[in-house]
């Protein structure tokens, strides 16, 4: 069966490689915030001026990435995703450094800014997981991978950076309480994460592939020297597979290997190349940056600010309303008038907020992974994505009402279950979203810019969603009135409802030809094929074994043909499509049934062009040499 008539499957060696590189990013980012008050006051500051140069150290990094994440995507459209994510991902291991060994609020700050400013490979990780996966069907769970991966990340960073900070005055009797660490106390949880940026740029390295289409076919020296390594392990049983038949039938592959194609198969393998080429830099003149900004690639750029302010708001202020005092004669005190002039929050110590959202997580990634991609299949990602718009404004008018329950207890309780509405808002949207963005574009070749534009916009908005809210927050206290700061959420989340039913579900890029998910499969496919060519190989001298997908670009062609010295091996690709009992090659192979000589006493036909029937017992001993120990031509 063909390549069309498959169905398409996830390249999922390929999303597990990119998620190696993408988890050391939120693991970095996150692991900051439990110990960045304390490296703050280390630097002499008042502890009235924490929080505000806490926030500016916050905000330094989503104003950095809002200036830097177009230029890092129209970057990684010229040059490559893969090199531009490989940079990415190293500067930012860099700036985590200098971050951990800062001694100053100055470098502090440039060191946050200058990971903002690195942490444009976002959008770029998304528009490879686009190219990688075109197809429709395949996007809810292709597109969840990362937003997992980044809760995960999320989960693990905190423990880490409040584990490992201040490691002299925590555990002294492993880091004494002189030297490096008393010094440089907030050095050893950065190290920590630098070491997977090391795992991560080393694998993607390695083993990434280039997807975007002027540069995939192009060879890559990282994936070679990761092939070349990999072979190192394979087990001798392994290799020995590509050996099949009698020892007694000598391979007539050593032949093809004296010369390549023939000039008329040479020929037409250059004009089919320099056609397509021609055709890639055709289509690539045609395009132009106003091509970036559709009237949908618009729309879905508005929604995904406006979603990204409103939540990244909500998920700042939760923790500080759990946080604060409760208003303790909330029923005698001439200041309250219910249902809507209260204030005060939950008191809730930090280990017990740590605790909720570390359940928050939980179940996020459990939403994440088994029930956004299925539902998303069976509804659509727009009707998902207009149900989620409705329910953000509900969940953040519900939130202040919580403290108005009895007992801390039940207070508790209605937090978490709004909690997890807002966690099946927040996994749904998001993706769906990406995706909408993803097929709204008109090439693919631009997706890399427009996601830049995305990442951008959405910084911005997380940088001034979080301000307003504060402020506004700080402003209802005052008034005593706590519904303020939600209820002002809430019309954020309203508007960002209105440009959704503008929103039109296009078609994407489905149709595209190349596509990673079948060169995986063919991979996977690679070992039952080769024992069942083994198998067939003890009944003839001549096999036919179908090794299609051997190899991942088209310059690797001729190396198929270089396999040791066994029988001869003639790929199925290689036959014409008369049919699948068609002897004859493809003409495109023509040149090498030319070359292809028979041995002296073959019997049967050799090849599909026949063979000679010579004498018996002729060239059938010393593995098809003669007996003076010349191969016979």
Known sequence: MG?????????????LILSICRFAEPVVLTSVFPYLPEM????NIPKNKIARWAGITSAVFSLAQCITAIAWGRASDRFGRKPIILIGLFCTMCASLIFGFSRSLAWAIAARAFAGASNGTVG???????????????????????????????IFGPILGGALAKPASRYPEIFGTEGFFVNFPFALPNMMTSALFVIGLSTGFLFLKETLETKKHQRDYGRV?????????????????????DEQSSSLLKHARMGSWDSTAGAQEEDRQGSQASKVAANTATLSYRDVFSPQSNINLLTYTLLAMHSVTYDQLLPVFMHLPPQLDRITSPDVRLPFKFAGGMGLDSGRIGLLFTLYGVFGMIVQFLVFPPVARRFGVLPCLK???????????????????????????????????????????FPCTTILLTNSARSLRLLGTLNGVATSLSASGRALGPTIGGTVFTLGIDLGYLIIPWFTIAGLAALGNVPVWWLVEMDGFGGAEDSDSDEEDEEEDLPQRRDSAENEARSSAVQVVDLDGLTEEPDDLEDDFAVED??????????????????????????LERRMSSPLGQRESVGPGGGRRLSNGLGQSMDGYGSGGTAYQ
């Open 124 to 154: 770029i990780m998304r528009t490879t997981v686009a190219e990688m996966v075109p197809q429709k069907v395949l996007q809810p769970r292709a597109f969840s991978v990362m937003p997992l991966i980044w809760t995960v990340g999320s």
């Open 40 to 43: 703050i006051e280390s630097f």
């Open 225 to 245: 020297l990761g092939k070349l390594l990999t072979q190192m392990f394979k087990t001798k049983k392994e290799k020995s597979t590509w050996r099949s038949g």
């Open 566 to 591: 066994d029988p001869l091996v003639i790929r199925r690709d290689m036959m014409s499509d008369a049919g699948s009992n068609s002897n004859q090659l493809h003409p495109r192979y023509a040149g």
């Open 387 to 429: 149900a989620c718009t409705i329910a953000f404004p509900l969940v953040y008018l519900l939130t202040p009402f919580t403290v108005l329950l009895p007992t801390p207890l039940t207070q508790q309780i209605a937090i978490f279950c709004v909690m997890l509405l807002k966690s099946c808002a927040g996994i749904f949207a």
């Open 3 to 15: 390549k069309s008539h498959k169905e398409p499957k996830l390249p999922v060696k390929q999303l």
